[in-house]
């Protein structure tokens, strides 16, 4: 909702037809325009260079094939198009570390910086695991 206040084109892809449906309600409350669909992340059904920014949150870590994801999630961005990763390594053992997540996105491009996102505003609560936004802009 953020980017879409913003002024951005914002398209969102979900499996959860649950999820697609409450950030279509979202936007609604928000009165911006995004368009959401239900689909699968490692298939975006979008035109190669056709988006000048990649964002997923809390989904690479999930998916069995990561590297192959970020492969087509790249080959969707412009020249000179940001790779935006929200990801961490969280308490439960589940999630991505930063370092492995930044190997993976060097994979595909050329830089992988790696910032931390420690500050409780952003989780509604102290954190004491990994939390991280791993951004590539080349």
Do not use: N
């Amino acid at each position: 909702m953020l980017l879409a206040e913003a002024g951005y084109t914002v398209r969102g892809i979900d499996l959860s037809d649950a999820m697609v449906e409450a950030a279509k309600m979202k936007a609604r409350a928000a009165g911006v325009a995004a368009t959401f669909q239900q689909g699968d992340a490692t298939d975006l059904p979008y035109e190669p260079a056709s988006c000048d920014v990649v964002l997923a949150r809390h989904v690479l870590w999930a998916l069995p094939d990561p590297a192959s994801a970020l492969g087509h999630w790249v080959s969707l961005l412009r020249p000179h198009g940001r790779l935006v990763l929200i990801e961490g390594s969280w308490s439960t053992g589940a999630g991505l570390t930063a370092a492995d997540c930044a190997a993976l996105v060097l994979q595909h491009r050329l830089s992988a910086a790696i910032r931390p996102l420690r500050e409780p505003a952003f989780w509604g609560r102290a954190t004491d695991d990994e939390r991280y936004a791993v951004i590539s802009l080349h």
